[in-house]
T-cell receptor, first 116, second 118 residues
């Protein structure tokens, strides 16, 4: 999987929007941008993914730059339950060459703290 | 839907003993399951990939004789930490890929098992 770069940590006030950036300057045309988050002492959970167009779901929005070299995960109103480590991961839609694995490779992610 | 159950959620064992961790996909069949390990303040590191009915594929540096993986059915994979030592204390997390899903589909994760070896 291609490399992504995220800030180590961010803070947000409760009930305010949060914009979590991710740089992926080496993204290829077949890479989807996936976001997962990991709450304390839990396994990761899927948040959202996209290819070129902005995406919305019940958890968040994903804004993708026109050149696809960066993206932003948007939490519209942060709650205390959103405090987690957020991982931006690129996944090649074709899968790994010659193998059948769907594995995810996690970077360090961004630790989001939400201030009451 | 797409629930992955991991058991136990935490376990304490004595050095030299073995511990088995179960990972079950409750409402779907999982072609492939993954086992990750996470040390405090670090990210998840993939240990091995298991496909139902075949031998697991281990990542470089992971001892296959120490971390035994069995994927006997499409809904169950087990990780056995044999002859555990304090350095094996970690957070072990499994994930599963739904049968028939694409490489782009979300993976579903268990809630992890906290292993402490004394």
């Amino acid at each position: 999987d291609a490399k992504t770069t995220q800030p180590n940590s961010m803070e947000s006030n409760e009930e305010e929007p949060v914009h979590l950036p991710c740089n992926h300057s080496t993204i290829s045309g077949t890479d989807y941008i996936h976001w997962y988050r990991q709450l304390p002492s839990q396994g990761p959970e899927y948040v959202i993914h996209g290819l070129t167009s902005n995406v919305n779901n019940r958890m968040a929005s994903l804004a993708i730059a026109e050149d696809r070299k960066s993206s932003t995960l948007i939490l519209h109103r942060a709650t205390l339950r959103d405090a987690a480590v957020y991982y931006c991961i690129l996944r090649d839609v074709r899968g790994p060459v010659g193998a059948g694995s769907y594995q995810l490779t996690f970077g360090k992610g961004t630790k989001l703290s939400v201030i009451p | 839907g797409a629930v992955v159950s991991q058991h136990p959620s935490w376990v304490i064992c004595k050095s030299g003993t073995s511990v088995k961790i179960e990972c079950r996909s409750l409402d779907f069949q999982a072609t492939t399951m993954f086992w990750y390990r996470q040390f405090p303040k670090q990210s998840l590191m993939l240990m091995a990939t298991s496909n139902e009915g075949s031998k697991a594929t281990y990542e470089q540096g992971v001892e296959k004789d120490k971390f035994l993986i069995n994927h006997a059915s499409l809904t169950l994979s087990t990780l056995t930490v044999t002859s555990a030592h304090p350095e094996d204390s970690s957070f072990y997390i499994c994930s599963a890929a739904r049968q028939g899903s694409s490489y782009n589909s979300p993976l579903h994760f268990g809630n992890g098992t906290r292993l402490t070896v004394t």
